[in-house]
């Protein structure tokens, strides 16, 4: 039997990565994107959006983890959640992990999104979405946090690469949004891309956020599907003291919440905000 065309993730111009399909389970234009989720080998099943790889079953916990488990241990009583994007519910999950959690409102562009990874990656959303402490709603980022007259205790952008649909959730109109329903001693956190190749991205979510929080920050971890290097996140707040941690302290709260990872730790955790040379150079920070 023949094997499906290679799928060959297009997000830079010159250089990418290919993967071999066992089988694709399943393709179509949605009404905002191109999706597709198929078998690999290597990596289980992948997910792509408009040709570039959002999560695969093998890697996707170094991601997930690190998107929720840092803002959530930062903050010293998370009980109001807001995700934007992340239909495949991974981030969902892992906040639902947490005790003080009362409340989570996941807002994602694109209901078929939800649906196929509920379909196809059952693993990812593992029943969060019929949580009875979740509401989904359909609907632009953007859109969501300039109307929305809640404030929440995190906020986490789970968003794909600044082209097509989740350009929006880069702007400053965005981050604007974000402020505004952000609780006093809140965090926001966002993928921000593969630093070593998107750097553009880094100074600019840097230069856009810095007029509305007073604390703005990076971290990073290497997820292996995310190629070119570490990936970054960015961090914001008003309250610079959410990421001066005590190591021994925070070793203590994380065992007393005993969540199960497969990759954060409190080490882990803390040196996350230790950023290479180049990146602080280009951020024109000196630490
Ligand atoms: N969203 C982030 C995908 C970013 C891929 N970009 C890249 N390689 N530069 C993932 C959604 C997972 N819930």
């Known amino acids: 039997?023949?094997?499906?065309?290679?799928k060959i993730?297009?997000?830079y111009p010159s250089w990418g990565q290919a993967f071999s399909p066992e089988k694709v389970l399943f393709e179509h234009q949605t009404e905002h994107q191109h999706l597709v989720i198929f078998k690999n080998q290597q990596w289980g099943k992948v997910m792509m959006l408009d040709g570039v790889v959002q999560t695969t079953e093998k890697d996707e916990f170094i991601y997930h983890e690190m998107m929720t488990h840092v803002p959530m241990f930062s903050h010293h009583n998370p009980q109001k959640v807001l995700i934007i994007g992340g239909g495949d519910g991974g981030i969902l999950r892992e906040v639902l992990k947490h005790q003080s959690v009362k409340h989570v409102t996941q807002v994602e562009i694109d209901q078929a999104v939800i649906d196929m990874c509920i379909k196809y990656l059952p693993n990812h959303s593992a029943g969060a979405f019929t949580d009875e402490r979740v509401d989904v709603?359909?609907?632009?980022?953007?859109?969501y946090v300039s109307r929305c007259s809640q404030k929440f205790d995190v906020i986490i952008s789970d968003s794909t690469d600044p082209i097509g649909p989740g350009e929006s959730l880069f702007t400053s109109e965005f981050y604007h949004g974000v402020q505004s329903c952000l609780a006093d001693d809140g965090?926001?956190?966002a993928q921000n891309g593969v630093s070593f190749m998107q750097l553009d991205e880094v100074?600019?979510?840097h230069k856009r956020l810095s007029p509305c929080f007073k604390d703005v920050g990076f971290y990073a971890a290497a997820v292996p599907t995310y190629v070119g290097g570490i990936m970054t996140f960015a961090w914001a707040s008003q309250n610079p003291t959410l990421r001066q941690f005590d190591l021994s302290q925070l070793e203590h709260k994380i065992q007393q919440a005993a969540i199960k990872t497969q990759y954060h730790t409190a080490a882990i955790h803390q040196a996350s905000f230790a950023l290479p040379r180049y990146i602080l150079t280009a951020l024109g920070t000196s630490v």
């Open 9 to 11: 993730e297009r997000l």
């Open 203 to 205: 100074i600019t979510t």
């Open 187 to 189: 965090v926001f956190v």
């Open 137 to 143: 709603v359909i609907d632009d980022g953007v859109n």
């Open 1 to 6: 039997m023949n094997r499906p065309e290679m």
